[in-house]
């Protein structure tokens, strides 16, 4: 039930956000060992509580709500930008609000931190490997496994 659930967040985000370029998590995994291309920046549009569980190594915490502005001050015009947040839809928003300030090179991670943290890939708290992540809300618990779903109690319902 849980990858089903998943599936179908990933199928709601493509449709919801149809100009929004989805980078698949195997492709992502690829491409932050792949010492020929420019690493990207990795944006984790997901809350403090959040992030404090787990992320990907690297990767810069924004407010859902930022500016493109406030989000790419400093950021080179060239940079690659990949987004994510839990299951998609708050990275998917601000994929499409940095893609429209001009930039092209952004992507919103497919399937999230839900799916990496899913697959087993690496995830990071305070620069040591972890395995859990938060899962959000109920809908979340209900998506991860037990052994990838951090014990939150502060969930929104």
Not at 90 to 115: H, K, V, Y
Not at 124 to 145: A, I, S, T, Y
């Amino acid at each position: 039930m849980q990858a089903a659930l998943r599936a179908l967040a990933r199928v709601f985000m493509r449709g919801c956000f149809p100009s929004v370029k989805q980078l698949p998590t195997a492709q992502l995994a690829a491409w932050l060992t792949d010492g020929s291309r420019p690493p990207p920046l990795l944006l984790d549009v997901r809350r403090p509580e959040e992030f404090a569980v787990s992320r990907i190594a690297g990767a810069r915490r924004v407010d859902a709500g930022a500016s493109a502005a406030e989000v790419l001050r400093g950021v080179p015009a060239g940079q690659p930008i990949v987004c994510y947040c839990a299951a998609g839809f708050r990275s998917s928003l601000m994929a499409r609000r940095l893609a429209s300030a001009g930039r092209t090179q952004i992507f919103n991670l497919e399937g999230a931190i839900f799916d990496w943290a899913c697959e087993g890939r690496p995830l990071e708290r305070d620069g040591q490997p972890v395995r859990e992540v938060h899962p959000f809300n109920w809908l979340g618990r209900l998506m991860l496994p037990r052994d990838v779903c951090a014990h939150a109690p502060s969930l929104r319902h």
